[in-house]
T-cell receptor
Framework: SAVISQKPSRDICQRGTSLTIQCQVD?????MFWYRQQPGQSLTLIAT?????????ESGFVIDKFPISRPNLTFSTLTVSNMSPEDSSIYLC??????????FGPGTRLTVL | GQNIDQPTEMTATEGAIVQINCTYQ??????LFWYQQHAGEAPTFLSY????GLEEKGRFSSFLSRSKGYSYLLLKELQMKDSASYLC???????????????FGKGTKLSVIP
């Protein structure tokens, strides 16, 4: 199976600041995704990270709040901007190769005070 | 849109068999996945069904009925380490964004007791 790493693993941030989460995969992936998992909830797709172009956002998520970059096939970043306590969540990077399986990174646990 | 339902919690005894059900209503269907997620960890892939029937993989089996919009995950010979959340996820219609996307259910928290 593939290896996906994320940095940081966790952070505590102040309201109004921004945090950039990095995702690195160990081989070139077809697709990369960013999910959010709020406490006690399941995974919600934020966006599909597209290489070299703007990410595709799901309903309820906008680029100004969650800018995403994907400069190459193995790396992506998600920024949570102008944070509020409602943004406290686990943010997960996910990758899918040419097969059917979709793998997840270990997640970044964000707490906003 | 997609709607996925699964029980919130289940409890079973070590060594026993447990079946976790998932029902779905989707605008398109290109497969159903089961993931296991231990507390504080990322989801890990368990199984994938796209055709009707049973897929077996060791102690874990997954069943799909597309006509009924129904799937189950069967765990045999339960072990304490199987205590986790089990997520049902449906891959819907092609999104036009270059990918089929997964929609997750809220997960079933399974507790295995001695």
């Amino acid at each position: 199976s593939a290896v996906i790493s994320q940095k940081p693993s966790r952070d505590i941030c102040q309201r109004g600041t921004s945090l950039t989460i990095q995702c690195q995969v160990d081989s070139q992936v077809t697709m990369m995704f960013w999910y959010r998992q709020q406490p006690g909830q399941s995974l919600t797709l934020i966006a599909t990270a597209n290489q070299g172009s703007e990410a595709t956002y799901e309903s309820g998520f906008v680029i100004d709040k969650f800018p995403i970059s994907r400069p190459n096939l193995t790396f992506s970043t998600l920024t949570v901007s102008n944070m509020s306590p409602e943004d406290s969540s686990i943010y997960l990077c996910s990758g899918r190769w040419t097969g059917l399986e979709q793998f997840f990174g270990p997640g970044t646990r964000l707490t906003v005070l | 849109g997609q709607n996925i339902d699964q029980p919130t919690e289940m409890t079973a005894t070590e060594g026993a068999i447990v079946q976790i059900n998932c029902t779905y209503q989707t605008s398109g269907f290109n497969g159903l996945f089961w993931y296991q997620q231990h507390a504080g960890e990322a989801p890990t892939f368990l199984s994938y069904n796209v055709l009707d029937g049973l897929e077996e993989k060791g102690r874990f089996s997954s069943f799909l009925s597309r006509s009924k919009g129904y799937s189950y995950l069967l765990l045999k010979e339960l072990q304490m380490k199987d205590s986790a959340s089990y997520l049902c996820a449906v891959r819907g219609a092609y999104s036009g964004a270059g990918s089929y996307q997964l929609t997750f259910g809220k997960g079933t928290k399974l507790s295995v007791i001695p």
